[in-house]
């Protein structure tokens, strides 16, 4: 076991943007979280599963696994993998993306009160 594991761990250095968190979008909406883990539990422990389930967010999901090399091992094999008709696709969360779409719906969202408020229409006529 132990020189699996130093053979695994061979290639200590990792690309920068790999995590234990993964991202994983097209999923089916009505896909349970057993189900999640039955997927995902085969490429290593999973420490949390986080199904999104209001309008914005479903069809995604976010996976926790306890261990880097398991995390990376899941998005070799599931990427493109077949779920219900649909192919998941599966991503290493990157907390600085997700924070700039979260910033630009905002400031979409200033820009629209804004051009309400003061009688600003952007379409030419």
């Known amino acids: 076991m132990a020189a699996a594991l ?3 761990r061979g290639n200590a250095r990792l690309p920068p943007e790999l995590n234990r968190v993964l991202y994983v979008r097209n999923l089916p909406f ?3 979280s057993e189900e999640m883990y039955d997927i995902f539990g085969k490429y290593g422990a999973i420490r949390q599963i986080r ?3 209001n309008k914005d967010t479903r069809g995604t ?3 926790v696994y306890e261990d ?3 995390a990376k091992n899941a998005v070799d094999h599931l990427s493109g993998f077949n ?3 649909r192919y998941l696709i599966v991503l290493y969360y990157q907390q600085a993306k997700m924070s700039k779409k979260i910033d630009q719906r905002k400031k979409e969202e200033e820009l629209t009160k804004l051009q309400e408020k003061y009688g600003v229409s952007t379409k030419e006529k």
């Open 30 to 32: 009505n896909i349970s």
């Open 61 to 63: 999901a976010f996976v």
């Open 6 to 8: 130093r053979i695994r």
């Open 68 to 70: 880097i090399y398991d």
């Open 83 to 85: 779920v219900a008709n």
């Open 51 to 53: 199904i999104g389930d």
